[in-house]
């Protein structure tokens, strides 16, 4: 008994040891443990992302020479679009033991300069045709000997491919050959076709500095230490333009080995290379990007050194955090556990006064929210309990006087009958056979049934005002199995006999007509009273489309309740509409869907 006792007196700090206990190996470990895996997944996040920036300087690569030799290719293909360059060429071709003419050559000349001037990049450009004439632009640039022979020519004549990228080669010079070094270009070929049989009947050729190849690889290189090696379709190399050393030439060609066997690792005189390769689509170009995997590792000792440093950095500082933290939640427990102890005794007046984002405190501030809830729910019970008394007596008195009257009036219709006073017997029963259908308990009846407790409330009527109302039911019998919610027509017929008849001295009439259009049962009640304004007719429908809410407020019946019946029971595509009458009164038109079977 006595451990027992001093258990509760150190139940806090008791708590707050187990606490204490529980959360520092589970601390320590984790932190020893993630700072393990976060250096090994920074340094593979590094290296991953170090060979992603590889890929994408490789792929970026591509893209800038796609660039290029899309805009050479539209240049190749201007020829096709100038009828005087394919007029001189199908000429020549058809007739190839003819020789150049002034006259062509000038046209040829201002043809081809036309291409050359839209990128200065361009060293030449060559037209070749099916005959035995050449021309190049400028002319100190010899055209290919033998051209036919080519592969690259029977390509694109011979078969149905009709541009051809050249890889790098040296450029024929017939001027000045031995004062300046050849150039390096590659080229670009395009297909010339007859313009009335589409036959190919020669080429033009547009010869690019190689020197733009050099300038796209410097642009999307950067700073970095990566190297650029092309190759076209046929792993022949097209960048670098010439091997310098055997040294060069050798990993130029293991590259290509490499790259033939889909390899990303090459290691080459004891150094370890990654290698990132994209094939365009547009040239069929390998662009190879080769980066020494030291380089790509480079940081990783830097990250070993900041996660062991960080690592004891925050064991230091979680320790630290760790006793306010025990202490604060301990604090916090107790109090939430006292105050649960005083609910238990009955007393809900407390509130946990704690503030902030924590469990605990979340915990205290649905306890406030479940005691307020308690004391809630102990008042609304004890509310709801004087009401349910009340309303029993209620209807216990409803159901009393209604009874009452329904039967005194049965009373007065058996005395008026024996007096002989036919009139008051009448009134009588029908003002009984009015009570005896309000009072029934269902929500929706027939409108045979309907019609009937409206020729009572009619005949009522017609006793008052005699000869000032005139009235009319024009419903088919057979719509009377036809189902509408009980009081409907009656409190509508009242509204225009009230409103529209009984202003006028002379009276008026009233109709009500029921029938079917496109499969829906249409009830209309239309008087020929005092009418209304367009604003008061404005007014009157647009406060029809109010919500069931405001028709649940409604403390009378009227069209408000009517129209909020109509769409609760059959949907808010149906109910009633309101218009100024062709009788100078006012037309109110019902829209139901037809029911034969009371289900709705």
């Excluded at 320590?28 to 700072?35: A, H, Q």
């Excluded at 650029?228 to 670098?240: A, G, M, N, R, S």
């Excluded at 809630?376 to 006087?401: C, F, G, H, P």
């Amino acid at each position: 008994m006595m451990l027992h006792i001093s258990l509760r007196h150190d139940g806090i700090l008791l708590f707050r040891t187990q606490l204490f206990l529980l959360l520092f190996p589970l601390i320590i470990v984790p932190v020893l443990v993630v700072g393990l895996i976060s250096y090994a997944v920074s340094a593979q996040a590094l290296q991953n992302r170090s060979t992603a920036t590889v890929d994408s300087i490789s792929t970026l690569l591509n893209q800038n020479m796609d660039t290029t030799l899309h805009q050479m290719t539209q240049l190749a293909q201007m020829s096709l679009y100038n009828p005087k360059l394919l007029r001189i060429v199908t000429d020549y071709t058809q007739h190839p033991e003819r020789q150049l003419s002034i006259n062509d050559t000038v046209q040829l000349r201002d043809a081809l300069n036309q291409i050359m001037i839209e990128d200065n990049s361009i060293v030449s450009v060559d037209v070749y045709t099916e005959g035995q004439v050449t021309f190049s632009q400028p002319v100190q640039y010899s055209v290919l000997p033998a051209w036919k022979q080519q592969a690259w020519y029977n390509r694109v004549t011979q078969t149905a491919t009709r541009t051809v990228f050249l890889p790098t080669h040296q450029l024929p010079s017939d001027m000045m050959e031995r004062l300046r070094p050849r150039i390096s270009v590659f080229s670009i070929v395009q297909t010339l076709v007859n313009l009335d049989t589409l036959q190919p009947v020669g080429v033009v050729v547009i010869n690019v500095d190689a020197r733009t190849l050099e300038q796209t690889i410097s642009n999307s290189q950067g700073a970095t230490d990566t190297k650029f090696l092309i190759y076209d379709e046929k792993q022949q190399p097209v960048y670098p333009l010439v091997a310098t050393s055997e040294k060069d030439l050798n990993i130029t060609n293991a590259v290509s080995h490499a790259i033939q066997h889909k390899q990303q690792q090459l290691n080459w005189e004891q150094t370890d290379y990654f290698l990132s390769s994209n094939t365009s689509l547009l040239s069929r170009w390998t662009v190879v990007a080769l980066v020494p995997t030291q380089s790509l590792l480079r940081d990783i000792d830097g990250i070993t050194r900041t996660t062991f440093i960080v690592s004891a950095l925050v064991l230091v500082c979680t320790l630290f955090l760790l006793f306010f933290f025990v202490n604060g939640v301990s604090s916090q427990v107790t109090l939430l556990r006292q105050l649960m102890q005083k609910v238990e005794r009955g007393n809900l007046d407390i509130q946990f006064q704690h503030r902030g984002k924590s469990e605990i405190i979340i915990l205290g501030q649905s306890f406030n929210r479940m005691v307020e809830q308690l004391r809630q729910l102990i008042q609304d019970k004890y509310e709801a309990q004087l009401q349910r008394q009340r309303a029993e007596l209620a209807a216990l008195q409803s159901q009393l006087n209604p009874h009452f009257l329904y039967n005194t009036l049965s009373t007065f219709q058996m005395l008026a009958i024996s007096e002989g006073n036919d009139a008051l017997a009448e009134m009588s029963y029908a003002l009984g056979q009015m009570m005896r259908y309000s009072l029934a308990a269902e929500e929706i009846g027939m409108l045979g049934r309907e019609v009937e407790h409206l020729q009572n409330f009619l005949l009522l009527m017609k006793f008052r005002f005699n000869d000032r109302l005139h009235y009319r039911i024009d419903i088919a019998e057979e719509l009377y199995n036809c189902f509408l919610p009980r009081l409907t027509l009656q409190p509508l017929v009242e509204n225009a006999i009230y409103h529209g008849i009984d202003p006028r001295i002379e009276g008026g009439s009233v109709i009500v007509r029921g029938f079917v259009q496109e499969d829906l049962l249409i009830l209309e009640i239309d008087d020929d009273g005092v009418g209304m304004t367009e604003e008061v007719e404005r007014r009157l429908q647009a406060s029809l489309s109010y919500d069931a809410n405001f028709v649940r407020r409604s403390k009378h019946i009227g069209m408000l309740n009517i129209q909020g019946q109509l769409q609760r029971i059959f949907g808010p595509d149906y109910g009633l509409s309101v218009s100024r009458g062709e009788r100078s009164g006012v037309t109110v038109r019902i829209r139901v869907p037809i029911t034969r079977d009371g289900v709705v």
